[in-house]
DNA sequence: GTGTTTACTTTTTTT
DNA sequence: AAGTAAACAC
């Protein structure tokens, strides 16, 4: 053994950490150090001359995974070529990938994500005659994720949108692309209908892992079951459940202990993360719901200071609230800019807070969002990667086959797709059809431009499939579609829009650059580097969290922890959001784990604020505060006078509303 | 085939 | 308030 595990865990952890053969059922209360376990255990099978190609991990975000091979890699001091640790979706792909042929796709394949998605069940309704305006692409979306996931059955009322869903099918076959649904439904298929597939990957993986295991969906448990033998260890915690409107049921936890009678169940229950108050104040709030575990999280650490409540007068003040105690408290606690989370329930919280660290010069990184990957330049340059990749992507290809214009307009386009559906083929495959004839359909130009564009996809094929140097070719690509002659073109009035895109697509470069050079990585294919970024999207691009505050959804916040939390937004219809409980009344208990998540992630002082006012859509509206905040035992708390001018009849009202609330 | 204006709605959370 | 999509005009 290369170091001393008794000391560095206590009981508990260490009897997880050793226990590495049969089936272990972790439950890791709030804090208790599971990252330390599941990183300390798997260095311990290292230690045990266990090869790194039989250790599997799976994890949900690709920010964890990444965390955890790193300190795996701290721990051991190895290098680790061999060992699995992945997201449930980028193990699928390599599974996919391994095994395309088995699954009527070719190793090639685009993964589409929401955006691509939508515009393929759009384009596919168009064909099939639906009615644009009555056609909600989000809704259906949604449905066919539920259909294929198994949420949901067709029912009559869903039961028009069936040969659609048939058709949306077809498509992604047709196109050679699959789904982040098929990512994980694909392996399960594989792994049905050829055993001798399974028997290979069983015999390569003899250990796996699952962290969040409370929120595994029914298919990824399925995976996961179809994978694990015997030595398989679960960690998770009922009370963090919070992703159930992706499918994840952590009713999966009692099926595990139902799969696995003899497993062994170890329970983490000492906090080390968080102060007293900040448990205490957790514990009044997740003690409101009925459906859970029994556990007791206790903490070893001081009682430290109250959680602080704050009721600014909209947004605005919120914002400048959290800037101003984020600059105080930094240097009176001699803190670092990232000791600071500022959590929200939805992303489209964040822009006045964005604001007021831009005033107040607090660098800051906001994950998830719109992320960098969503903006438009550089979609553009993507698609145009995607389809160098798989030219059969139809739904990349019309993205860019007029972007910049190439005189390819609407005319052209609805003949070339009329032809592409007349053969059932893609419309890559019409485009050269066609040009093999002479481009007989179409005016000369038409015809010269089509082939031109062809003629372009096939160079970059050849170049960019083989060989080093990603980065340059891209460069050197949007240098020849003059992409920035484009963006000068679309944004004439506005200059420095334009600039501020070429800029972006300079960072992409960029990190196309620092991706190949990382010695980590050892596939460094257009595919990879495609299915990553796919797979990366909402995950934040930048490795530079260093330095700056971090301001993210509660469901971003999952696994971390910062010395100082905000709780922003924490307003009735926000936490529990609106749209939540009118799906369903349950959906309560979801949102105050969610709150439950929010509240301990904080290690030794908490605000929570909750605006009066706040604007949205244009307009402004009265808010009340979360019910949540009433379940926080009201010793723990101190609540923070906001000094409001008297002088209106507004102010008055909030301050008896303060009153009504609080009794204070 | 392309550019401009007008109407319209508005995403909870993410791989 | 802002961004998109569709209608309209050139």
Known sequence: MSFDYQSKLNAAQYEAVTTIAGPVLIIAGAGS???????????????????????????????????????VKDLTGKKLQALTVSTFHSFGVKII?????????????????EGDKAQLIKET??????????????????????????????????????????????????????????????????????????????????????????DTSMQQYEFMRFLAEKNICVVGDDDQSIYSWRGADFENIRKFERDFPDLKEIKLEQNYRSTGTILAAANGVISHNTNRKKKSLWSGNDSGKPVEIFMPEDEKKEAEFIAEMIQT??????????????LIRTNNLNRAIEEAFLDSNIPY?????????????????????????????????LRIINTPRRGLGRKTISEISAAADAQNCSIWTAINSINDRNGMLF?????????????????????????????????KMVEDIDYWSYLVQEYQKNEKAARYKFLNIENLIASISVWEKDPDNFDKSLYDYLN???????????????????????????????????????EDGIIPHARSIEEGEGNIEEERRLFYVAITRAQSKLFISSCMKRRKAGNEIECTPS?????????????????????TSEAIDILAKMKARFGS
Not at 128 to 138: E, K, P, R
Not at 329 to 342: A, P, Q, T
Not at 445 to 462: C, H, M, T, V
Request: aromatic fraction near 10%.
């Open 125 to 214: 309704a168009m064909e099939m005659g639906f009615n644009a305006n009555t056609l909600d692409v989000y809704e259906i979306s949604n449905l066919f994720s539920a259909i294929k996931t198994g949420m949901k059955e067709w029912q009559s009322s869903s039961d028009r949108y069936r040969t659609l869903f048939d058709e949306y099918q077809k498509g992604l076959q047709l196109y050679n692309a699959v789904d982040f649904d098929d990512l994980i439904l694909f392996p399960i298929k594989l792994f049905r209908e050829n055993p001798e597939v399974l028997e290979r990957y069983r015999n390569r993986f003899r250990y796996v892992m699952v962290d969040e295991f409370q």
């Open 532 to 570: 990553r970024i796919t797979l990366m999207s909402r995950d934040s691009l930048e490795d530079e969290y260093s330095g700056k505050v971090n301001l993210m959804t509660i469901h971003a916040a999952k696994g971390l922890e910062f010395p100082v939390v905000f709780i922003a937004g924490a």
């Open 365 to 397: 990184t906001m994950s998830g969002g719109t992320s960098f990957f969503q903006r438009k330049e550089i979609k553009d340059i993507i698609s145009y990667l995607r389809v160098i990749a798989n030219p059969d992507d139809d739904i990349n290809l």
């Open 329 to 342: 408290i930094r240097i009176r606690e001699k803190l670092n800019f990232s000791d600071f989370g500022v």
């Open 97 to 113: 990938r391994e095994n395309a042929r088995l699954l009527s796709r070719r190793d090639n394949f685009s993964i589409y994500d």
């Open 443 to 475: 005016q000369e130009k038409s015809g010269d431009n089509l082939s031109e564009f062809a003629d372009f996809i096939r160079s970059r094929r050849s170049e960019m499939l083989s060989g080093k140097d990603l980065a340059n070719k891209v460069r």
């Open 33 to 71: 150090g599971k990252t330390r376990v599941i990183t300390h255990r798997m260095a311990y099978m290292l230690d045990s001359g266990i090869p790194q190609a039989q250790i599997l991990a799976l994890t949900f975000t690709n920010k964890a995974a990444r965390e955890m091979s790193q300190r």
């Open 627 to 647: 019910p949540f905040l009433s379940e926080i035992p009201e010793n723990l708390v101190e609540h923070h006078e906001p000094a409001p001018q008297l002088e």
